[in-house]
């Protein structure tokens, strides 16, 4: 009898849609984090205000959570600011636990 394969998730990627606007795709999770943490770095770069659309987000954990913390630090200190639109609830739920929501809004 032969297994039933299982789907491949759908890619995760970053996608800017005009100057300064991204979408983020995809699962927001352990296994992405650090290739969305270095192409977001990349994208970002020259940048003043950064909005990312996180409406397609299909799954999200604390690493997740990390790597958005980590792209508005990285901004900060390179003068940008990055701004977050549709939060899963799942970003939105680990950000409160640990009290760090403030630093999403």
């Known amino acids: 009898m032969r297994q039933a394969e ?3 998730p759908e890619p ?3 996608r800017a849609v005009s100057p300064g606007n991204y979408l983020l795709e995809g699962r927001l999770v352990f296994g992405t984090a650090a290739r969305l943490l270095a192409e977001g770095e990349g994208a970002f770069a020259g940048e003043g205000v950064i909005v990312v659309d996180l409406a397609g987000v299909t799954q999200a954990d604390s690493a997740g959570l990390a790597l ?3 792209w508005r630090l990285a901004a900060r200190a390179a003068g940008r600011e990055v701004r977050y639109r549709n ?3 799942e970003i939105t739920a680990l950000a409160t636990l640990g009290e ?3 630093l999403l809004a």
Do not use: F, W
Request: hydrophobic content about 40%; glycine content about 0%; aromatic content about 0%.
């Open 6 to 8: 299982t789907p491949e």
């Open 12 to 14: 995760t990627r970053l």
């Open 68 to 70: 958005l913390l980590e």
């Open 87 to 89: 939060l899963p609830a």
């Open 100 to 102: 760090v929501r403030d």
